[in-house]
């Protein structure tokens, strides 16, 4: 069993629509999650970061963090062409290695 | 917000030969530097990670002689592919988390693509 699973995709939403990303994992000792963002042959980006679990917001973007569950999520409301990518969960124990899904790609067509 | 440059983006090279790349925090000093691998539609694969002065820590199957690590300055890492072959193919990215702060972000470097013919 993979420490993270995530679905690869590819997932295609109209411009408009709520898009909901998600992630399980294995390692209970995982404190840190982030939510990635990946353009074509670009580095990661970092699109949100919580620690343990509960909700976030920024903007548009929403991370929600199941422990108990050993689920997280990501919501992109209002999703625009632009936030067409590749979007990688990844998760840690502390301050050093992450360890990443293989990231879900995400199309929104126009 | 912190900034990561890689060099080469990309470089072409023949079987055998050996590729340097090159990982530099611009605006900021990094305690640790990590080198990771992407292949086509897969997860970023840790390879290493990398404190100033000291000896790079290697994930279990990353050979240390193929793969060198050096990380000579708080703001410099590099990389070099020894003795490079096909299978060596694949986008390398390097990140970095800062000596401020008290988060473990990483920030990551705009990768590099090898291709080895």
């Known amino acids: 069993q993979k420490e993270v699973e995530q679905d690869p995709g590819p997932l295609s939403v109209p411009e408009g629509a709520i898009v909901s990303l998600n992630c399980t994992y294995s390692n209970s000792a995982f404190q840190y999650f982030m939510w990635y963002r990946q353009y074509s042959r670009k580095g990661p980006e970092l699109l949100m970061y919580t620690y343990s679990s509960g909700n976030k917001e920024d903007g548009r973007f929403t991370a929600q963090v199941d422990k108990s569950s050993k689920y997280i999520s990501l919501f992109i409301r209002d999703s625009q062409p632009s936030d067409s990518a590749t979007y990688l969960c990844a998760m840690s124990e502390s301050y050093q290695k992450v360890t990443f899904g293989t990231g879900t790609k995400l199309q929104v067509i126009p | ?117």
Not at chain 2, 29 to 44: C, E, G, H, I
Not at chain 2, 51 to 65: F, L, P
Not at chain 2, 83 to 109: K, L, M, R, V
Request: charged fraction near 15%; aromatic fraction near 10%.
């Open chain 2, 1 to 117: 917000g912190a900034v990561v440059s890689q060099h080469p983006s990309r470089v072409i090279c023949k079987s055998g030969t050996s590729v340097k790349i090159e990982c530099r925090s611009l605006d900021f000093q990094a305690t640790t530097m990590f080198w990771y691998r992407q292949f086509p539609k897969k997860s970023l694969m840790l390879m290493a990670t990398s404190n100033e002065g000291s000896k790079a820590t290697y994930e279990q199957g990353v050979e240390k002689d193929k793969f060198l690590i050096n990380h000579a300055s708080l703001t410099l890492s590099t990389l070099t592919v020894t003795s490079a072959h096909p299978e060596d193919s694949s986008f390398y990215i390097c990140s970095a988390t800062s000596t401020s702060g008290s988060t473990n972000e990483q920030f990551f470097g705009p990768g590099t693509r090898l291709t080895v013919l």
